[in-house]
C-alpha cells in the first residue's frame, strides 16, 4: 500500500534536488539558456507574461524537472499494469531482473552514456506505443529541452 504524505514528501525533495540539477545545466548550456530567453522576451514582447526572466527560468525549470518526474512515474505505471512485456526499470521477481538485463544491455550498446540517456531511450520506446505519443513529444514536453544529468537521472 502507498503511503501518500512519505510518497509526497520523497517527491518534494526529488523535485528540489532534480530542479537544482535542471538549472545547473542550463547554467552550463549557453545555447539552451539563449533559447530561453528569446522565448521570454517574446512572450513580454506578446503580453503572455509579466514575470522576471529569472521568475519565468525558474518556471520553465521546475517545469522540466516535474516532467522527468512525471515520465518516470509514467514509466513505471505502464510496467506495473502489464502494458510492456519487458519492462524498463523495475518490478517483481523476474521483471526487475528483465529490466536489469535491459539496462545492462542499454550500457553494453553504448558504454559512454549516462542514466540520462538511457531514461531518455525508455521515453522513446515509450512513446512508440499506442497513446502515448503526446506524452512525451519532444516538441511539447519540456524534459527533452532541459535535461538533467546522467546522476540527477540515477536518483
Request: aromatic share 8%; glycine share 4%; charged share 35%.
Amino acid at each position: 500500500m502507498i503511503d501518500a504524505s512519505r510518497l509526497l514528501k520523497d517527491l518534494k525533495r526529488l523535485l528540489k534536488t532534480l530542479e537544482a540539477d535542471v538549472r545547473e545545466r542550463l547554467d552550463d548550456n549557453p545555447e539552451v539558456r539563449a533559447s530561453l530567453e528569446q522565448e521570454w522576451q517574446d512572450a513580454r514582447a506578446a503580453g503572455r507574461t509579466a514575470r522576471t526572466l529569472e521568475d519565468w527560468l525558474d518556471e520553465e525549470t521546475t517545469q522540466a524537472a516535474v516532467h522527468w518526474i512525471l515520465g518516470v512515474v509514467f514509466l513505471r505505471f505502464i510496467e506495473d499494469n502489464g502494458l510492456v512485456e519487458r519492462p524498463w526499470l523495475s518490478g517483481p521477481a523476474e521483471r526487475l531482473a528483465l529490466a536489469r538485463d535491459r539496462y545492462e544491455a542499454f550500457f553494453r550498446e553504448h558504454p559512454t552514456l549516462s542514466d540520462r540517456e538511457y531514461l531518455q531511450s525508455c521515453f522513446r520506446d515509450a512513446e512508440a506505443r499506442p497513446g502515448v505519443k503526446a506524452l512525451f513529444d519532444e516538441r511539447h514536453n519540456p524534459l527533452w529541452r532541459l535535461e538533467i544529468s546522467g546522476d540527477g537521472a540515477a536518483l
